[in-house]
């Protein structure tokens, strides 16, 4: 066998991370630490992680933190490609075109106003912050979660991460959004618990007009792991987004393509802005603007699942959020 595991996946001890959140109960079973790497091959509109989208670390500039040029000027003394000027009420404006995003601003500003999305860890490392929390893991049946951007865009060090909490008897699980490498997801998807798997929609042309690809490698990557591991727990879940898939008959497709499946539950997820100011941090537009979801229409589609999909429902995050609470009281 190849180092690196059944795929021939060669070792990769490091890879850029961009958040690594604890305590987290909808990431998959139990209280879950989420790893999130960075790299994503979609390009979603609503997508609340834009500092997920791209592999590298990126250049984020808080103007509310910043203590403007009139009375700071650390920034721009270390930037050599002259990206740094003053704008409105002495705050910094960067030029993006010619940014080459060296990150040495980063070091320089006293109130990280400037800061970087993401940061290059070992598996250890990862590893060693996952571990802070193994008495919540065996109390409540969680563990590591890795996320994204697209955890499979940096196959090798994903799949080393999967490997390594395995040797650890930590519980794993991957959040993917399918649009990967048979090959990596068939290797990742042996060292794991769960798979929580997104399915956006059942209409390729909307699919590419919303994410940027079309949905054929990712249904055909679902039926393919269904197939090839029918044991391994399949959470499908579905982010409810305005405009794009937010009526009971959208979802009703998707149920209806998924409910053959065996071993598979279903969830649907609400939009949410949160990621808004991700977006000005890194000097982009937010591509779903005002849009709102109605509250309504995610009430019908939850009466959908539970009336005509009951064998797919996954616990509610109400649920989950008594487990989190009830275990972290018999920890302390
Ligand atoms: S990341 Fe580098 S090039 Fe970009 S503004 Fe900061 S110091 Fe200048
Ligand atoms: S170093 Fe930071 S606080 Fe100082 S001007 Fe630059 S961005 Fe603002």
């Known amino acids: 066998m190849a180092a690196g595991g059944p795929g021939g996946n060669k070792m990769k001890n490091s890879g850029a991370v961009f958040n690594i959140q604890k305590y987290s109960v909808h990431d998959g079973p139990g209280i879950r630490t989420v790893v ?7 390009r979603c ?9 791209k592999p590298q670390p990126q250049l ?5 933190k910043c203590l403007t040029l009139d009375h700071c000027v650390r920034c721009l003394e270390v930037c050599t490609a002259g990206s740094i000027h003053k704008g409105k009420d002495g705050r910094v404006e960067i030029d993006r075109e010619t940014c080459t995003e060296c990150l040495l601003c980063t070091k320089a500003c006293p109130p990280l106003a400037l800061n ?10 990862v590893i060693q912050k996952v571990e802070e929390d193994s008495a919540f893991y065996s109390r409540s049946g969680g563990g590591m979660t890795l996320g994204g951007g697209e955890p499979l865009h940096q196959p090798e060090f994903a799949i080393d991460l999967l490997k390594e909490a395995r040797r650890r008897r930590i519980n794993t699980a991957m959040e993917t959004c399918g ?14 618990h769960t798979l929580l798997y997104d399915i956006k929609s059942m209409d390729a042309e909307k699919h590419k007009a919303f994410t940027g690809v079309s949905n054929e490698l990712i249904l055909d990557n679902l039926n393919r792991v269904r197939e090839a591991l029918p044991k391994l727990p399949i959470l499908i879940r579905t982010p409810i987004v305005p405009g794009f898939n937010d009526s009971v008959e959208d979802v009703r497709t998707i149920l209806q393509h998924i409910q053959g499946l ?4 279903f969830e649907a997820l609400d939009y949410h802005r949160m990621g808004k100011p991700k977006y000005e941090y890194l000097g982009l537009e937010f591509p779903m603007g005002d849009q709102m979801l109605e509250a309504e229409r995610i009430k019908l589609i939850r009466a959908l699942i539970r009336s005509e999909f009951p064998h797919l429902c996954s616990p509610s995050s109400a649920e989950k959020e008594e487990s989190r609470k009830s275990a972290a009281g018999r920890q302390t």
């Open 60 to 64: 984020a500039y808080n103007p509310n």
């Open 45 to 53: 509109r609503w997508c609340s992680n834009p500092e997920s989208q």
């Open 116 to 125: 970087p999305y993401g940061e290059t860890m070992t598996v250890d490392q």
């Open 262 to 265: 065996p071993n598979v539950r």
């Open 36 to 42: 999130f790497l960075k790299g994503c091959p979609l």
């Open 179 to 192: 649009f990967c490498r048979w090959e990596d997801l068939q290797t990742a998807a042996g060292y794991l």
